[in-house]
């Protein structure tokens, strides 16, 4: 199962130390997988990729105009995120999912995934979107194959029109377990894209579902379309979601899982640290499930990978 949780506006350093205490939760095997959508305040992250030449603006411009600079592990290069635009941070362990041959789900296959469950989301929404080859994330004003093979588009010639990001994704996985994710532009002010190189890339611009439907009212709220996403992912991955309504449940259900002693009123000043403080990180949950206790045998899963935005 996979549950889903929309946090709506949250910032970005609390987003992090959030994903911190989930990944910990998920690498013990105290939670299933999780996707967090939500939106940020504008901020500018920089993957362990990225060049500082691709901020455009200044550092005092930056701040005059509100947004924060943010160095963080996920592959890629520079991105944007700001209001009007869903984030989505998927939690998921990889060793508990399967690729579409019925093989060990690897971080590429992950993200190919992701961009299905994105590229599906525009056709609910009557936006037509792909794959470019060599280039991770999802365009518009594309020729695409059918939606789950290598078919792309290879160059730019072959687009009328020329192709437009709407949505950018980078990834980080250790011990098995990703984080980070999507931006998936909605109603974002494209002119803050203006603050930088978007991913790195000079030559094709960014879009935003407000700039490719026919009617930019009558799109939903980002609440709606991240349910409308979870359902994607749900669809994509071949699992079922559960919509969370709170952080606190997800936690208690966590404090609940087997193995995990009942807190005291006497705790000790370790029980009171961070949860992604208190739990150390291991290469296997320790609830077991049958998926992963079928793979014991087959090589051990990337430590630590990053894939580009």
């Not at 592959?75 to 998921?92: E, N, R, S």
């Not at 994607?232 to 709170?246: A, D, H, I, K, Y």
């Not at 150390?280 to 079928?294: F, G, I, N, S, Y």
Request: hydrophobic fraction near 40%.
């Amino acid at each position: 199962m996979i549950q889903s949780l929309y946090l709506g506006r949250v910032n970005y350093a609390e987003a992090l130390r959030l994903q911190d205490e989930l990944v910990a939760l998920r690498t013990e095997g105290r939670i299933g997988n999780v996707l967090l959508l939500l939106e940020h305040p504008p901020v500018l992250t920089l993957g362990r990729n990225a060049r500082r030449a691709n901020i455009l603006a200044s550092d005092e411009l930056l701040a005059a105009r509100g947004v924060t600079l943010h160095e963080i592990n996920r592959g890629g290069d520079v991105t944007y995120h700001g209001p009007g635009q869903l984030i989505g941070y998927p939690i998921f362990d990889l060793r508990s999912l399967r690729n579409l041959s019925g093989g060990r789900l690897g971080p590429v296959d992950f993200v190919r995934l992701m961009e299905e469950a994105l590229i599906r989301l525009c056709g609910e929404l009557g936006v037509k979107a792909g794959r470019i080859c060599g280039l991770t994330g999802v365009w518009c004003h594309l020729w695409w194959g059918s939606p789950l093979d290598e078919s792309c588009v290879t160059t730019a010639k072959d687009v009328p029109g020329g192709e437009r990001k709407i949505a950018a994704i980078g990834i980080h996985v250790a011990r098995g377990v990703t984080s980070h994710g999507f931006a998936f532009n909605v109603t974002t002010d494209l002119r803050d894209f203006g603050l930088i190189n978007p991913c790195g890339i000079t030559d094709k611009p960014v879009t935003s579902l407000a700039n490719e439907v026919r009617d930019p009212a009558a799109l939903p709220t980002l609440e709606v379309l991240a349910h409308l996403a979870a359902r994607q992912f749900g669809l994509v991955f071949g699992e079922p979601v559960e919509m969370l309504e709170s952080l606190d449940a997800l936690r208690a259900q966590a404090q609940s899982a087997p193995g995990v002693a009942p807190e005291s009123p006497a705790s000790s000043p370790r029980d009171q640290e961070p949860l992604a403080q208190k739990f150390q990180a291991e290469d296997t949950p320790l609830q077991v499930p049958p998926a992963v206790e079928r793979l014991r045998q087959l090589p051990r899963p990337v430590k630590d990978r990053s894939i580009l935005a």
